[in-house]
Nanobody
Framework: QVQLVESGGGLVQPGGSLSLSCAAT????????MRWYRQAPGKERELVAT???????NYAGSVKGRFTISRDNAKNTMFLQMNSLKPEDTAVYLC??????????????????WGQGTRVAVSS
């Protein structure tokens, strides 16, 4: 069983910074693409940033230049450094990943999943 666990959310003033983490645990053979999404109250879930296993990144236009996605493959962990935060960045941030897991039988299975989310609030 693979789990994704986010941490690092909180309350910050406009213009401030926060750093989020997403740790994947379990019988993981390989993690492929990892992503950060966010969902604000009353709005649809939005893709914020993507990072491949090789480190290639892509960002939503609304966060480009302010957010930085990164990962530590050795620790199966992804990060999101958020700078110059705005009130419109307020949302629950969720990590999402594609992985190859090892079953007790020794077989491999491809799967994807979500973390539980961490809340970010930007307000004065």
């Amino acid at each position: 069983q693979v789990q994704l666990v986010e941490s690092g959310g909180g309350l910050v003033q406009p213009g401030g910074s926060l750093s989020l983490s997403c740790a994947a645990t379990g019988s993981i053979s390989r993690i492929d693409d990892m992503r950060w999404y966010r969902q604000a109250p009353g709005k649809e879930r939005e893709l914020v940033a993507t990072i491949t296993s090789g480190g290639s990144t892509n960002y939503a236009g609304s966060v480009k230049g302010r957010f930085t996605i990164s990962r530590d493959n050795a620790k199966n962990t992804m990060f999101l450094q958020m700078n110059s935060l705005k009130p419109e960045d307020t949302a629950v941030y969720l990590c999402n990943a594609d992985w190859l897991a090892t079953l007790p039988t020794g077989e491999f299975v491809a799967a994807k999943g979500w973390g539980q989310g961490t809340r970010v609030a930007v307000s004065s």
